[in-house]
């Protein structure tokens, strides 16, 4: 093999066959907004805890739709539920209301 002096690195996306999304699937019924969200970060730009602490409700939908439970979890851990996200969120998803349907499905 040629040594080109450089590798191609292997994808660090995440295989989403392979992706448990029961839990989504569950939240998606029980919250269809959901898949509303087109992940466009004005939550995350407006919120309250993220001023503090590593909190991103984009991230963490991101993270539900690949499978990624324990990641949501740290991302809303600090969540203090003011609702100032669901005020900017263009698609009109009542956010504070997802993020109750989350803590519930996901028993955070
Ligand atoms: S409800 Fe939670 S995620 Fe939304 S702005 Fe307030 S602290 Fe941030
Ligand atoms: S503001 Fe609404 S559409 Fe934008 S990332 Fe947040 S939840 Fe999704």
Do not use: W
């Not at 191609?8 to 999304?21: C, E, G, H, Q, T």
């Not at 029980?30 to 001023?51: I, R, W």
């Not at 809303?76 to 499905?105: A, D, E, W, Y």
């Amino acid at each position: 093999m040629i040594d080109f002096g450089f590798g191609v690195s292997p994808s660090s996306r995440i295989n989403l066959d392979s992706a448990d999304k029961e839990k989504f699937n569950e939240l998606a019924i029980a919250e269809p907004d959901v898949l509303k969200c087109m992940a466009c970060g004005s939550c995350s730009a407006s919120c309250t805890a993220a001023a503090f602490e590593d909190t991103s409700l984009r991230r963490a939908i991101l993270s539900l739709q690949n499978g990624l439970g324990d990641d949501a979890s740290k991302l809303l851990s600090h969540c203090m539920l003011c609702g100032k996200c669901t005020m900017v969120c263009p698609r009109g998803i009542n956010t504070r209301h997802l993020i109750l349907s989350i803590q519930k499905i996901y028993s955070l």
